[in-house]
């Protein structure tokens, strides 16, 4: 899991659902307490995300033991006619890093 950002205030370029696609992106065992802190937003948040997100097609998740085990939809299409054509897998093309990239950015 990647380390929790600083606090920042103001406004942002990405949206709550983004970022918590994204999360979920780079470590689809995630905890739903563990996105809560990284993307600093309340557990009964990140809750009605995932929910709002199986319910568009984006995610789905399956149990295994006590945990949730998430699948992201890669080539589903975003909402906003804005972005016809992107897929999901382009957007996380650009949000998540490889695990070779997170390493070299630690190490430094």
């Not at 295994?64 to 080539?75: K, L, M, Q, V």
């Amino acid at each position: 899991m990647r380390a929790v950002p600083e606090p920042h205030t103001g406004w942002t370029f990405l949206t709550n659902h983004a970022r918590v696609l994204a999360t979920i992106a780079d470590d689809q065992h995630v905890r739903i307490r563990d996105i809560a802190a990284h993307c600093r937003l309340t557990e009964r948040a990140v809750q009605k995300i995932i929910f709002d997100l199986e319910q568009g097609g984006y995610l789905s998740h399956v149990r295994e033991g006590r945990a949730n085990a998430y699948r992201i939809e890669p080539d589903k299409v975003l909402r906003h006619p804005a972005e016809a054509g992107l897929t999901v897998a382009s957007l996380l093309s650009w949000l998540v890093k490889d695990e070779a990239d997170r390493k070299t950015a630690r190490d430094d």
